[in-house]
């Protein structure tokens, strides 16, 4: 099989299969490319597999089934057996009449009139190999087939391994990419606890969607934050982020806020003014406390989600909008929709994105990291020379429950930092409500009564009459139960 131009050939296909970067892509083009050239009739790439030293894989084939190869393949004396034990290429001019198979049935039974097999190595060591052969007595293989196989396998062997090596650097390049620390995709969001890299992965794929995000959590726990990254993440980036905090505003004010309104709407409307809704156009609108809107309001914001528009309080006219739509609530609002509260339908097409925020008090571990954060900034705002909270202080930072989050451990730590005369911050620096110290949980109740007794005679400093009365027991009792635990002296 005489070749044309068999150098300018291999020029062009090492030129080609060097552009593809995607190793089973690449695997089809060599595959392809040997046949078209060779003009083969079948042909199939073996590379070793990851299960052992010596076992290969069919990765990719043309016009032969996978049962055909393992026939091909199950005797030692077969062509490809041969080539990878020896590893030195091999041809066949006429393989039914060559003695080297005569014990191979497959030879036989498939007819096969030329074969060639040729091994894939890398630096000398055998990455697999490239079968092909034909069943029609006018197209046999020759010595020049052979060596330009032999030169194109030694082509495809360097395209493999750079391919897999490109694909091992991306992956390498996507891990340090999802390693990357909170601080540098998030500057405005601090934690490096196993909840809070959920939140930033969270955000990173959603930030440039279009979707609705629904932001639930208790108060204190950065849901504002995290809109303020999504938007920050998103194309909308250099187009307005509003937010509103619904909860505070009296339906019809809140309505004009959100949709405007039109001169002499109402006692006081003596101009027209836009609503956020169109001020936040092509951007971010962040509405915390959503739960806290009435069924009216939640109409019109269905009408703002299914059709882009707005109506001003006292318009007729509809108006064109393009907003992007963040929630929040610190309730249960699938139990709102439940009792009623909520409409059914704005809920699903508000929560098309959940991002539930955890309490602090389960991400325990970014304590710390959150305490030297507000001590740094509270320091500088200060003009304090305070530079360090004691390990005391962060143990007992660790074990109070925080009922009001993030923003209370803020306050805490800006409030001892005013009051700390030295360079560092201990634990009577906080003065955290007794009341609040949570009961423990996976106790008896025998140790959930001590705990309860011993917790409420601290809060009022050992007086035991008014723990009593708090306790709704009587002193005797209470003397009764501290004598048992060789609390008292018996008096």
């Known amino acids: 099989m005489a070749l ?3 150098y300018e050939t291999l020029l062009r296909i090492s030129e080609e299969i060097n552009s593809v970067h995607e190793i089973s892509e690449l695997l089809d083009r060599i595959m392809d490319l040997a046949l078209e050239t060779l003009e083969a009739e079948r042909g199939f790439i073996l590379l070793k597999s990851n299960d052992g030293e010596r076992q290969f ?3 990719t084939a043309r016009n032969i089934s996978q049962s055909t190869i393992a026939s091909i393949r199950e005797l030692s004396s077969s062509v490809v057996n041969r080539v990878l034990e020896q590893g030195e290429a091999l041809l066949s001019l006429d393989a039914q009449t060559d003695d080297r198979f005569a014990g191979a049935e497959s030879i036989v039974m498939q007819q096969i009139k030329s074969v060639m097999c040729t091994p894939l190595k890398k630096d000398d060591q055998l990455i697999g190999a490239i079968y092909v052969d034909s069943r029609a007595s006018t197209r046999q293989f020759d010595e020049e087939s052979l060596n330009f196989l032999k030169a194109f396998a030694g082509l495809a062997a360097v395209a493999i391994d750079n391919a897999r090596l490109f694909e091992s650097l991306q992956s390498e390049n996507k891990q340090l990419k999802k390693q990357i620390s909170a601080a540098q995709l998030f ?6 606890s196993a ?3 959920k939140i930033f992965e969270l955000i990173r794929d959603v930030a440039d969607s279009t979707a609705s995000v629904l932001i639930e959590g208790e108060s204190g726990t950065g849901k504002e934050l995290v809109a303020r990254a999504l938007h920050l993440h998103s ?5 307005p982020f509003i937010p509103i905090f619904c909860g505070s505003l009296a339906e019809s004010l809140l309505e004009s806020e959100l949709f405007g309104h039109k001169k002499g709407a109402f006692t006081g409307a003596t101009t027209d003014k836009p609503g956020l809704f169109e001020a936040a156009h092509q951007g971010t609108i962040f509405l915390d406390e959503i739960a806290d ?3 009216n309001i939640q109409t019109k914001l269905l009408r703002v989600i299914q059709e882009g528009e707005i ?3 006292g318009d007729n006219r509809l108006r064109k909008v393009d907003v992007r739509i963040i929630s929040a609530t610190n309730k249960d609002l699938w139990k709102e929709v439940e009792a009623g509260n909520f409409r059914e339908d704005l809920y699903f097409r508000l ?5 539930k925020m955890p309490p602090l008090r389960e991400r325990r571990d970014d304590i710390p990291i959150l305490a030297n954060h507000f001590l740094k900034i509270y320091a500088l705002k200060n003009k304090k020379n305070v530079q360090r909270l004691t390990p005391e202080a962060i143990k007992y930072l660790q074990d109070y429950h925080w009922p009001g989050n993030v923003r209370e451990l803020e306050n805490a730590i800006e409030r001892a930092v005013i009051l700390a005369r030295g360079s560092e911050i201990g634990p009577e620096l906080f003065q955290f409500r007794r009341s609040e110290v949570q009961i423990p949980v996976g106790k008896t109740l025998k140790e959930i009564n001590k705990f309860a007794i011993l917790k409420t005679l601290e809060m009022v400093n050992g007086n035991r009459t008014k723990a009593a009365e708090i306790l709704g027991v009587s002193r005797r009792w209470l003397q009764y139960q501290l004598k048992e635990w060789g609390l008292v002296d018996g008096n």
Not at 187 to 192: A, D, F, R, W
């Open 195 to 197: 909840p809070m890299i």
């Open 235 to 239: 194309s909308r980036r250099d187009k």
């Open 311 to 313: 109506k001003r309080v």
């Open 57 to 59: 894989e069919v990765v």
């Open 293 to 295: 809107v009435s069924l």
């Open 4 to 6: 044309h131009n068999p």
């Open 187 to 192: 500057p405005e969001m601090v934690g490096k």
């Open 351 to 355: 929560n098309v994105i959940n991002i």
